[in-house]
């Protein structure tokens, strides 16, 4: 039952009621008056401002989610472990996108903003996944450098149905952990399963090489893992701060105020 009527109600019942007897009347008051006076300030409230303290968010996405898209500049701010919350972010498994999601101009927001950050700059990736940005949804941006061009493409629902291959091992390094690289096995090749953004049909790929090194990093991000976990070793990279510094300087990768709020 919405709060407007519920009060509503009760002030027409409080001003039926004095209309009875006089005797009658004192002890309603008496009762009562207290219960209206704080009852009144509900009503008007209510009226004047609507059920808006009561509506849930429409459409699709979480109410955090779609404030995080929206509100977002277009290179997104990337998390990163050093930060408590940002590393339990991280760390949070990814859920799958609906179809209504995937159709959504919220998610065509969201790829675009995905793709502006992995490309600028000031991130330089060849890869990055929504956990990164602090959402926990299951849609990464990963450039093919296996393609002509080597295009970023978006993936919703990504993830590796299949390794194949021998072992090996190679250097890698992620926008989230700062200032490290480290060693890690991965599978020479893959199978990757995602929904077409188009057609909404599940689609799947075999990759070998290098980009399936990076679809491995991308889709254990989306699984809450990192690449230190797999690690065989990690040091220090030199270059970091000082491919950053310049960045760093104009506050490129400064945490925005509203996102420390939740």
Known sequence: ???RASAARFFLIFVSCMKT???LRTLLLAVALPLVAAVIPVLVLTLSSGDAPLRKARGPFSAWERTLIEQSD????????TDPKDSLELRTPSRDLTDKEIRSELYATLAAKLLATV?????????????QVGLAIRVAAIQRLDQPGEPFV???????LEHLGDTVRGPEGCLSIPGKRG????????VIGWTDPETLEPRTEELHGYVAIIFQHETDHLDGILYTDRAE???????????????AMQGAYVKPAWRCTR
Request: charge should be negative; glycine fraction near 8%; charged fraction near 20%.
């Open 1 to 3: 039952m919405h709060l």
């Open 21 to 23: 007897s006089s005797s």
């Open 74 to 81: 277009s290179v997104m701010y990337v998390c990163v472990v």
């Open 119 to 131: 490309r600028s700059p000031q991130q330089g990736g060849v890869g990055i996944a929504a956990p």
């Open 154 to 160: 978006v993936y919703p629902n990504i993830r590796v």
């Open 183 to 190: 060693v890690v096995p991965r599978s020479e090749g893959v």
């Open 233 to 247: 070793s990690v040091s220090d990279d030199p270059d970091w701060d000082a491919e950053r510094a310049p960045y």
